[in-house]
């Protein structure tokens, strides 16, 4: 076989299409839209290449009209999940030991598809399964997913380039192979390049996978499987499963050859498997790698000397795009008495603008939540805000699920830094603000740091550098993603990794090179050239 040192394509961020009034980008989406919207597709599991039907199904609706089919999909049985699990192992025979470079081409395939020809079906799947409106699905399903997939195959080749110094008569080497065995993908609703990202990075590294979508995503996930079959990953290399994921996962971790875990979804389903893989330890093979990014409480805090208008402009994209349903959404803020009253009148007038409903009337900043449980959680919190006399609602608050799961973009105000709502993770569109003395910065960047279990994302707006300084020293630890002058969301892949500590995750920063040394075991190799036929050293001489 022909031989080289490949370099791989520079890896470049994917543009972000407008879909302005009349643009072909918008005319192009909206018909796939309704062309998914108006059908009905049947998602099969997904193993050794093969789609399987297994006859147990679950109907698919919109968020934003729950009445309203658009599909089924497959559940698995005990059975499905060991037979994935024999396949990937079968599989990985030969994967793990094809060429870097063909696991790199088809990824770079699969991120060419995407930007291409599935580009407005993978968009209008996650304004179907989603409900994103068409600049949240184009920022996710489409470009970070793409990101994603170039920028891993340059980190990857960053990776094997990394090796030891030798000597002239000692050639060291570092090799990097896959996990021995197979890994475990478990992928949250909210994020479609997550869902695709979290398999393949895995995959690209040599590894075989079983991924657990989630089930208020299917419908896209199924798009990007048939990605990543277009783009010629070889049967078994990546199944998918769904259904209960209790059985599944229990199932997944009592095999001895499982090998990795990479999560993202909520804190507490995260500590739970955490907690299953240590309860199996004695009966791996091998010591699984544990990636997890899960949950968070991201702050906003202003300094007097702020710009009222920027404030509110990083509350209100920050807290209520995608109804707040990013774990980087801003869900508390702390602002200066001097400030709020500004503040305050220009939140209320920008969230009195907002027009919801469904995605498909792009005029829509605002779509409903993912489903019922969420509803129903949400609500419950606004309703408690109404009754508790320690918080307001200075705006928003309304809620209905009649049609789809609309929750109205709300703000709580609270006079009690230790409010529910200021430590819990509600994941809709609801911020709580609290309002600080001018003269207790330093005291409420103490609260910032100590009211939430979590770290995940976090924003400081001034102009006075001090202030900047003490903030970013203050909140060291209070998030893995760090904002100045900014909001708290947004980060793009190769630009600013993303990932948090304490109860947010195990900070492995999805879409970086440190991520991918979490799917690879090194092996070092030396070679002498010349090697010793005499056990003594020159100091034993007489
Ligand atoms: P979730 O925890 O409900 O579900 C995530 C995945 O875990 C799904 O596939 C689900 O089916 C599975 N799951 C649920 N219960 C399980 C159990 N008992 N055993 C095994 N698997 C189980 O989370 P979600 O609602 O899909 O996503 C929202 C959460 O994800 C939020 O907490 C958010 O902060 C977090 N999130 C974090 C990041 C990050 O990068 N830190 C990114 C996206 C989402």
């Not at 799947?125 to 997939?149: G, H, P, R, V, W």
């Not at 969230?351 to 919801?356: D, E």
Request: aromatic content about 12%; hydrophobic content about 40%; charged content about 20%.
């Amino acid at each position: 076989m022909g031989k080289g040192f490949f370099n791989v394509p520079i890896a470049v961020n994917e543009p972000v299409k407008g879909y302005a009034p009349g643009s072909p980008e918008r005319d192009a989406v909206l018909k796939a839209y309704k062309s998914m919207y108006n059908s009905k597709i049947d998602v099969p599991l997904y193993i050794n290449g093969r789609d399987v039907v297994t006859g147990n199904t679950r109907t698919m609706s919109p968020p934003h009209d729950h009445k309203h089919e658009v599909g089924t999909y497959h559940l698995a049985d005990k059975s499905h999940v060991e037979e994935a699990i024999a396949t990937a192992l079968e599989a990985r025979k030969s994967w793990s030991q094809l060429p870097w470079e063909q696991r790199a081409a088809i990824f770079l395939k699969a991120a060419e598809l995407i930007a291409g020809p599935y580009r407005d079906k993978i968009n209008a799947a996650t304004m179907i399964a989603q409900s994103k409106n068409i600049y949240q699905a184009e920022i996710d399903a489409a470009c970070e997913l793409i990101d994603f997939l170039r920028f891993n195959v340059q980190y990857m080749a960053d990776i094997y380039m990394e090796q030891p110094e030798s000597t002239n008569d000692a050639w060291n080497r570092v090799e990097y192979r896959p996990l021995e065995g197979f890994t475990y993908a478990v992928t949250p609703f909210n994020f479609t390049a997550i869902a695709g990202n979290l398999p393949a990075c895995m995959a690209l590294m040599g590894n075989v996978v079983i991924w657990k979508p989630s089930d208020s995503q299917v419908y896209s996930a199924k798009v990007i499987m048939d990605v990543f079959k277009e783009a010629g990953v070889p049967a078994g290399v990546i199944n998918v499963v769904f259904g209960d994921p209790v059985m599944i996962t229990e199932t997944v971790l009592s095999s001895p050859d499982f090998s990795g875990l990479h999560f993202t979804g909520s804190t507490f389903v995260f500590k739970e498997l955490w907690k299953q893989i240590g309860m199996n330890i004695h009966n791996y093979k091998t010591y699984p790698r544990i990636v997890g990014e899960t949950g968070g409480k991201d702050f906003i805090v202003a300094h007097k000397t702020a710009n009222p208008k920027q404030v509110a402009t990083a509350i209100v994209r920050g807290a209520f795009e995608f109804q707040g349903q990013k774990c980087s959404a801003a869900s508390r803020a702390y602002i200066p008495k001097s400030l709020w009253s500004d503040v305050k009148k220009y939140v209320i007038e920008d969230v009195k603008s907002f027009k919801m409903g469904s995605p498909e009337d792009m005029s829509n900043f605002i779509t409903a939540v993912i489903h019922e449980g969420s509803f129903d959680k949400l609500a419950k919190y606004i309703d408690q805000a109404k009754a508790d006399s320690d918080a307001e609602i200075i705006v928003g608050g309304g809620y209905d699920k009649s049609k789809g799961y609309f929750i109205e973009p709300t703000v709580i105000v609270t006079t009690n830094p230790q409010y529910k709502t200021m430590y819990t993770e509600l994941f809709g569109p609801i911020i709580t603000i609290y309002i600080y003395e001018d003269d207790t910065y330093s005291e409420t960047l103490k609260l910032v740091d100590e009211t939430s279990e979590y770290a995940l994302t976090g924003a400081i707006l001034a102009t006075d550098r001090t202030a900047i300084t003490k903030a970013t020293t203050a909140l060291q630890n209070s998030a893995g993603n760090f904002y100045i002058n900014d909001k708290p969301t947004g980060a793009v892949v190769g630009q600013q990794p993303f990932g948090g500590a304490r109860s947010s995750g195990t900070n492995d920063k999805a879409g970086s090179a440190q991520n991918l040394m979490r799917w690879v075991s090194t092996r070092l190799i030396k070679e002498t050239f010349v090697t010793p036929t005499d056990y003594r050293y020159p100091f034993l001489g007489e």
